[in-house]
T-cell receptor
């Protein structure tokens, strides 16, 4: 079963605008990661935030983590057409095997 | 090292045939994962190895699926007696297992069962 749920499932914005995607999860985690996937390709790691961190930045990416609400958000600032892709959150769960559990993803479209 | 490599990239097979996929992880990585992804969905965990030991198998993995990682290097995923429902993208990933590390994914093998 999927651990994370992304919201919205699809997002379409104009180039230059900011894009925000949310992720909710169910169980305690070691860390939460965001990945990007271009159509028909493999996943590319974007950013990792540990369970004891609240916010992290990487270039135009900003990730927040609220462990009390079991939620995370990914903000992409000043979006570009090349940011068009699907974005997935993945949780590194504490219980059981230490594997990444992915959500359903947000399909982001940047319109030029 | 150029990353995680998967072969073949595409496979079309007739229902009932057996197929085998190969994954070559990043050489120093001790963990290797297999995921399955269908259109519009996120990757679903199938199984993973730490070195040569297979540590967990998902309930999604029926008896028709088997994975190996001899000598803790490359891995193979075999599907016997394929069914149309097996059509999906099969993704392999590897990581160096310490606290909080990212996984590196291959480009995937797209399987179509006709």
């Amino acid at each position: 079963s999927q651990q994370g749920e992304e919201d919205p499932q699809a997002l379409s914005i104009q180039e230059g605008e900011n894009a925000t995607m949310n992720c909710s999860y169910k169980t305690s985690i070691n860390n939460l990661q965001w990945y990007r996937q271009n159509s028909g390709r493999g996943l590319v790691h974007l950013i990792l935030i540990r369970s004891n961190e609240r916010e992290k930045h990487s270039g135009r990416l900003r990730v927040t983590l609220d462990t009390s609400k079991k939620s995370s958000s990914l903000l992409i600032t000043a979006s570009r057409a090349a940011d068009t892709a699907s974005y997935f959150c993945a949780t590194d769960v504490i219980q059981g095997a230490q594997k990444l559990v992915f959500g359903q993803g947000t399909r982001l479209t940047i319109n030029p | 090292d150029t990353g995680v490599s998967q072969n073949p990239r595409h496979k079309i097979t007739k229902r009932g045939q057996n197929v085998t996929f190969r994954c070559d992880p990043i050489s120093e990585h001790n963990r290797l994962y297999w995921y399955r992804q269908t259109l519009g969905q996120g990757p679903e965990f199938l199984t993973y190895f730490q070195n040569e030991a297979q540590l967990e198998k998902s309930r999604l993995l029926s008896d028709r699926f088997s994975a190996e990682r001899p000598k803790g290097s490359f891995s193979t995923l075999e599907i016997q007696r394929t069914e149309q429902g097996d059509s999906a993208m099969y993704l392999c990933a590897s990581s160096w297992r310490t606290e909080s590390t990212e996984a590196f994914f291959g480009q995937g093998t797209r399987l179509t069962v006709v």
